[in-house]
């Protein structure tokens, strides 16, 4: 319950800044959700359980991180209410810290809620070392899977960045 997950988060971001002394708060924020493991969870749902299971070892050793948007560090696109097909486009970034290129396989995993897809620009990107890249992502919810103005539906899911060989630090 909650009574631990407050001690736990706290101790594994002191963990994480002591190991990463230069990163800014929100790239902390960004190492501790990325490294959340959803299926560590049983009845994972995304809007109750946020990124899943903190890994504190993957949050200390990762050198590269992920958001949407810096100080959320999450993808959200908020309440819409719509007729036609829902499209909507987001840009991720993915930065890497390390004096090393790092290159991840890009994919939507553990999709929840109204049926709904998420494409992507590329399914692998390389980032150079101390660099940043973005990946593009669109999102489509068909009209009508929405359900109508009486009911509240939602469209929840992990987008995962793994690494593409072992030589690759942690995923993100």
């Given at each position: ?51 899943g299971l903190i890994n504190a070892a993957a949050a200390v050793g990762t ?110």
């Amino acid at each position: 319950g909650t009574s631990m997950a407050s001690p736990f988060l706290t101790g594994t971001a002191a963990l994480a800044i002591q190991a990463h002394p230069s990163w800014k708060p929100a790239a902390i924020k960004a190492a501790l959700m990325n490294s959340g493991d959803p299926n560590a969870v049983s009845d994972y749902r995304t809007r109750r359980l946020g990124a899943g299971l903190i890994n504190a070892a993957a949050a200390v050793g990762t050198q590269a991180y992920a958001f949407a948007d810096r100080d959320e560090i999450t993808l959200n696109f908020g309440l819409d209410e719509f007729r036609d097909d829902l499209h909507l486009n987001r840009v991720l970034h993915i930065k890497n810290e390390s004096s090393a290129s790092m290159t991840f396989n890009v994919a939507a995993t553990n999709p929840q809620g109204s049926p709904h897809s998420i494409s992507f620009d590329a399914t692998a990107v390389t980032v150079a070392p101390h660099g940043q890249r973005t990946v593009n992502l669109t999102f489509v919810l068909p009209a009508a899977t929405a359900g109508d103005s009486s009911d509240f539906r939602d469209a929840a899911g992990v987008i995962t960045f793994t690494p593409a060989s072992s030589s690759t630090n942690r995923g993100i």
